[in-house]
């Protein structure tokens, strides 16, 4: 075996644990996943270790996992901050419990936007209605709520336009711990990825532009257009800002707002990203890739475009005619292995340009995928 | 679960069966191996059955995989054209037994070869001593003594210079049926990559330069540069003609003679090549996932070039400084988890370039794993 290679242990073995995996393999790696049951999308691809009872949150084999493993990673930024610190006593988890500790919360996470002087929207902590009432006072209309947790995919969020809406409001996110964000008038939502190793190493993917619909990512377009220099190279150091507070160490993905006043940070995950899904082909080295060698302590690879356009292309909730975009050139399908169900991650489809033109053509030939 | 999903077993569970699974994971394809033990290269990747008494060649535990499998496939040319025909009264085999029995023979090759008007060099059939004389005499020096079955990478070859050598090369071979080619005055090796499907679709990848050294492939060159169109579709000419008289289904590669009177064919091969390894990166859809897509019945993917300029730099016998690979941007390094030992083929090194000169200078960046 080569000197590079170790046994990478996953939390979780979705859709992200699969791709990390078989970005990993070519580096000599094998890997290991905790996930709910067998049948998740990684499970074919590494030693597969599950709750005694299947789709349980149960932790009871989670040691056979920590065993195998020389480093461990996650799937989720919902994963345990006090499991995460458990594990670290006995094996290096990356990112660590830190990235985890801030990323997880909106409040945390909005206070280290405020700390490093990243712009974000204005907020406030809401525990009760009593809280909300005052928050939209301080605030203003139209707000969003959104639960401190768990929130992704547009789930746990409500935007509150009318007074009359907050006991809806409160009662639509589960009368949980929450943050009220004031309404940011966006132009584009935009994101960016980086990576940082343990060897204080940095790299930066471009700027990217998604469109969601119902909160779901539906496309991403690899570089964002119309960008100034200057903007990319503010968004880089917003990010090497939050990778060395935070000592962070593997793929970091900030989601920005491009508004008239420049960018505002949104949210951040301390992992890779689907608005990274389109780096596989399109990019010199993949998120996944970096990831990878970042957390197994390897130099960070090019982030540099192979095409000068791109674009990843979501399936959500049914397959499609998956053989109608293999028949395209320049078109690369991913599948994840899983059932159909409405509003679900189902594979996500890359196309690569060598021009605006070529790209909208292709694009339009997907547009079963984007209706 | 995708409509175009299934479960692909691949007899051998080494490198190419390792590249193949990554290539068809995308496209929500299962894998299963057999294979000689739960060490080999793509073991992590899939369910693998192993003989009950591993590293032994008893297929008594092979029902797994066949129950397993949709369809079934094959890495080594030296599989046996027995058992495949059996399995294919369960389970579809692709390629079949017949591209099995032509190019497993060198004997049969070369006749088929003759049959189709593929010039090839002149060739006798030698079983014994007297053969090996009659053939000599009639052939000329220098020839080359083949067995005519399980040579790849130089062995159970023997180049004789002198008629004194005759007793030397049948004794070198192990005294095995064997043919005796006349010696090729070559420029350059080349070889060409194609993919037939069932729906009788047929693509082909460019020409490319193959330099060996003790028999084993170092480098490959892709596209072969100073190649005439006419000459490319001549290559592909000779692989139409080849992939419809076998019904191939699946990749075939070809290895040539570049000489002054034109192309020679050397030997076939009814798989994935590794002077394809190239492609991985380097062409629009890999030689792997073309192979999964013509045996799972989906339309193949283009083989245009995604660079003008690649190269595949093998990893033998000793990984090296990797670190120092992974640092280079346009590399992709591919390691096969393997331990190392002399002669081994361990992974490889793909370049991409936008010129010569850039090519050139990455080779020589990687001239440690090519001198």
Same mark, same amino acid.
């Given at each position: 075996?080569?000197?590079? @290679?170790? &046994? ?9 644990? $699969? ?9 000599? &790696? ?14 074919? /691809? ?29 799937? @989720? ?18 990112? @660590? ?27 406030? /902590? ?91 990512? $539906? ?17 880089? $150091? ?9 000592? &962070? ?23 890779? &990203? ?77 196309? /690569? ?19």
């Amino acid at each position: 075996m080569s000197t590079i @290679s170790c &046994h990478i242990g996953i939390l979780g073995a979705g859709q992200l644990g $699969r791709m990390l995996a078989m970005a990993g393999y070519p580096l000599g &790696h094998k890997f290991g996943f905790y996930g709910l049951s067998h049948d998740e999308p990684a499970s074919m /691809l590494g030693h597969m270790h599950t709750p005694t009872q299947e789709n349980t949150d149960d932790t009871s084999n989670l040691d056979d996992l920590v065993s195998f493993a020389d480093v461990i990673t996650f799937e @989720s930024e919902n994963t345990s901050v006090e499991l995460v610190k458990q594990i670290s006593q006995i094996t290096p988890v990356y990112p @660590s419990a830190t990235s985890l500790y801030y990323a997880q919360d909106r409040g945390r996470e909005k206070a280290l936007f405020n700390q490093l002087a990243i712009p974000c929207a204005p907020y406030a /902590l809401v525990n009760n209605l009593t809280d909300l009432e005052a928050a939209v006072n301080t605030i203003g209309l139209p707000a969003v709520l959104k639960t401190t947790t768990e929130g992704y995919d547009g789930k746990g969020q409500f935007v509150i336009k009318q007074p009359e809406q907050l006991y809806q409001a409160w009662l639509s996110i589960g009368e949980r711990p929450a943050i009220l964000e004031g309404f940011v008038n966006f132009k584009r939502e935009l994101s960016i990825i980086a990576v940082r190793n343990a060897n204080n190493e940095h790299v930066y993917y471009s700027l990217v532009e998604n469109q969601h619909r119902d909160g779901i990512l $539906r496309l991403t377009l690899a570089p964002a257009q119309q960008i100034d220099p200057a903007i990319q190279q503010q968004a880089e $150091r917003y990010m090497q800002a939050l990778l060395d507070k935070m000592g &962070h160490v593997g793929v970091l993905t900030l989601e920005l707002f491009e508004t008239e006043a420049g960018l505002v940070a949104n949210e951040m995950a301390p992992r890779v &990203h689907n608005s990274g899904h389109w780096t596989m082909e399109g990019a010199q080295t993949s998120q996944f890739e970096n990831h990878i060698r970042a957390i197994s302590g390897l130099p960070l690879g090019s982030t540099a475009a192979r095409q000068p356009f791109a674009a990843m292309v979501n399936i959500i909730g049914e397959h499609g005619d998956i053989q109608a975009a293999l028949k395209l050139p320049n078109v690369h399908v991913h599948l994840y292995d899983k059932a159909e169900r409405a509003g679900r991650k189902l594979g996500h489809i890359n196309v /690569l340009a060598n021009s605006q033109a070529e790209l909208n053509q292709t694009l339009e030939q997907l547009q079963a995928w984007l209706s």
